[in-house]
């Protein structure tokens, strides 16, 4: 899966060095296909500073998780393009649950309805090394708190997580809020490319996938589709 994920990196605009964190038993074949590898660090968090190492305060990195089987250098070149024209310091990939259902039928997801539409979460993030350092104790305090609410309100406020809870919360009032809190400014990117979010976490998830990408083999294959083999 990893292999599908730095095929699309690699051919698409705008990325350079490729690091990958990821376990010793890496393929060599696969990890020859980036410039540096990271041991994993068991945490998420921890596994996104590994990766960031080295980097300048100021510099940027494109953070791409590695389950994400249907990715393809359009889908990466059109999430960094708009990432890129918000100007901010982190900008986190969100798509539309309609794009979900239309490329991908029976797809798992978890969706949040929000005043602007009902979108799920990518697996995309453009971010600023320093504004990851400055952000991180509050993504840590809420990955901790998810499924305690009350935990969540301290965080974040009531206000706004009754209005995430009734669907009255707007994308903007969000990204103001932990402008707020953090100083960092977090934009989200609707991203019409729905294969940044299909990544896969259940053995029902990997079935659906490998349908997918047999039915975008075969369609490729056709008789008078661009890139048909002769």
Excluded at 154 to 180: D, N, P, Y
Aim: hydrophobic share 55%; aromatic share 4%.
């Amino acid at each position: 899966m990893v292999q599908f994920v730095l095929d699309a990196l690699r051919a698409a605009d705008g990325v350079g060095r490729i690091v990958i964190v990821g376990p010793p038993a890496m393929p060599s074949a696969v990890a020859a296909y980036a410039h540096a590898m990271v041991p994993d660090q068991g945490r998420l968090l921890e596994n996104v500073e590994a990766g960031l190492g080295g980097l300048a305060a100021d510099a940027y990195a494109l953070v791409a998780a590695a389950d994400l089987p249907l990715l393809t250098a359009r889908g990466v070149t059109v999430f960094l393009a708009a990432a890129r024209a918000l100007r901010a310091d982190i900008a986190y990939g969100i798509v539309g649950r309609a794009d979900v259902m239309r490329a991908c039928p029976g797809a798992r997801k978890t969706f949040v309805r929000l005043r602007d539409g009902v979108f799920t979460g990518g697996s995309l993030v453009l971010l600023r090394r320093a504004a990851f350092d400055r952000v991180r104790p509050l993504l840590a305090g809420a990955i901790a708190a998810r499924k305690r609410p009350w935990d969540l309100a301290r965080l974040f406020g009531l206000r706004t997580l009754a209005e995430l809870a009734t669907g009255r919360l707007r994308i903007a009032s969000l990204e103001a809020r932990v402008a707020h809190i953090t100083g960092v400014r977090v934009r989200a990117v609707v991203c019409p490319e729905p294969e940044i979010a299909l990544d896969v976490d259940r053995p029902e998830d990997l079935a659906l996938m490998a349908q997918r990408l047999e039915a975008r083999e075969a369609a490729s294959c056709a008789p008078g589709a661009a890139g048909a083999r002769p």
